[in-house]
């Protein structure tokens, strides 16, 4: 794993959230994105050589909104930007580590993602990415 890419934050409503972050952390939010096949909104803010994305859900049925109406707003998960997603997905599968997915889908920001189940990862949803090429 290369880095910490970005935290993903689950909140209620980007509309109150985007003015939240960007005086906390001093930043313009840069990005906002829509990925239908999660059901999310996203908004994406740089700090340092990592990220903040918020993420909203746009349907009741997504992960997003039973995390937001289980736990409430806060952190959903951390995700490691790896320089091959499939071999890293292989040696995690490997090793014992729960995938969400069997192959990478298409995430936010330009990026292939697989999620690691938090029953394998001592109760921490775990996102791998890689920048498209």
Not at 22 to 29: D, I, R, V
Not at 69 to 83: L, N, Q, S, Y
Not at 92 to 105: H, M, R, V
Request: net charge negative; proline share 5%.
């Amino acid at each position: 794993m290369l880095k910490i890419e970005h935290l993903g934050i689950a909140v209620k409503q980007l509309n109150n959230s985007i003015p939240l972050f960007e005086q906390l952390l001093n930043t313009p939010c840069y990005k906002t994105e829509v990925v239908e096949t999660e059901g999310v909104s996203t908004a994406f803010f740089r700090t340092g050589d990592s990220k903040i994305e918020l993420l909203e859900a746009t349907n009741p049925g997504s992960p997003i909104a039973k995390f937001v109406d289980k736990k409430g707003e806060g952190i959903h998960h951390i995700a490691f930007e790896v320089e091959n997603i499939e071999a890293e997905m292989k040696r995690l599968a490997a090793l014992g580590f729960e995938l969400l997915s069997e192959t990478p889908k298409n995430g936010a920001d330009n990026k292939l993602v697989c999620f690691l189940h938090p029953k394998s990862t001592n109760g921490v949803l775990i996102e791998l990415c890689q920048e498209k090429r």
